[in-house]
């Protein structure tokens, strides 16, 4: 059940500078947890204590994921998971 990862382009450096990777999972967690298997390093720019850090944002098919089930949001065939940081600035 492949779940297409969209890589944002901050966190590539820790993933072998790929964009995007498709992986199995039936929710955002084993989609989380197959990532940080492939990337082991991209694991603490994403989780913080378990937990997704308070500036990353998860969309699951353009939806975040924290109006769902948040990390057990289910996941099908073909869905799309994009790790989005959020940008500050002024």
């Not at 969309?59 to 948040?70: A, G, K, S, V």
């Given at each position: 059940?492949?779940i297409k990862v969209q890589?944002?382009?901050?966190?590539?450096?820790?993933?072998?500078?790929?964009?995007?990777?498709?992986?199995?999972?039936?929710?955002?967690?084993?989609?989380?947890?197959?990532?940080?298997?492939?990337?082991?390093?991209?694991?603490?720019?994403?989780?913080?204590?378990?937990?997704?850090?308070?500036?990353?944002?998860?969309?699951?098919?353009?939806?975040?994921?924290?109006?769902?089930?948040?990390?057990?949001?289910?996941?099908?065939?073909?869905?799309?998971?994009?790790?989005?940081?959020?940008?500050?600035?002024?």
């Amino acid at each position: 059940m492949p779940i297409k990862v969209q890589i944002p382009q901050a966190m590539r450096q820790h993933a072998d500078g790929q964009a995007s990777v498709d992986l199995p999972g039936a929710n955002v967690k084993e989609v989380l947890d197959a990532l940080g298997q492939k990337f082991p390093n991209i694991v603490g720019r994403i989780f913080e204590n378990g937990q997704v850090r308070r500036f990353v944002n998860l969309y699951l098919n353009d939806e975040d994921i924290r109006y769902l089930d948040n990390l057990t949001s289910a996941t099908k065939d073909g869905d799309v998971l994009a790790i989005i940081p959020a940008v500050a600035g002024g």
